[in-house]
Nanobody
Framework: QAELEESGGGLVQAGASLRLSCAAS????????MGWFRQAPGKEREFVAA????????FYADSVKGRFTISGDRSKSTVVLQMSDLRTDDTAVYYC????????????????????WGQGTQVTVSS
């Protein structure tokens, strides 16, 4: 069983909204932080958003600020990424990530911080 299970990807038109969900289980259960990264074809994996579940603090990449909202549920070890006003350059495989260590918000954009990763879910935005 995967430790992080993602759902909610799909194909949408530019300007539409999409909701991604992720649930942690097993060794990844009760994480301190959960986040989302994405990787477009031919590009490196990049940070999208993260939340520290206890404090409910959030951190976003500049490219999605104001369009994406991340929210977590500490009691369920889940995180949701609500994406609005999607653009064609949002097209990528989106990965859920989680970690149990206390990390400053400013450090959460680094993929190396996260010990647990989902399999990824495809988001395709057409023009």
């Amino acid at each position: 069983q995967a430790e992080l299970e993602e759902s909610g990807g799909g194909l949408v038109q530019a300007g539409a909204s999409l909701r991604l969900s992720c649930a942690a289980s097993g060794r990844a259960n009760s994480p301190y932080v959960m986040g989302w990264f994405r990787q477009a074809p031919g590009k490196e994996r990049e940070f999208v958003a993260a939340t520290r579940l206890r404090e409910r603090s959030t951190f976003y990449a500049d490219s999605v600020k104001g369009r994406f909202t991340i929210s977590g549920d500490r009691s369920k070890s889940t995180v949701v990424l609500q994406m609005s006003d999607l653009r064609t350059d949002d097209t990528a495989v989106y990965y859920c990530a989680a970690d149990k260590d206390r990390t400053a918000l400013s450090g959460l954009r680094a993929a190396a911080v996260y010990d647990y990763w989902g399999q990824g879910t495809q988001v395709t935005v057409s023009s």
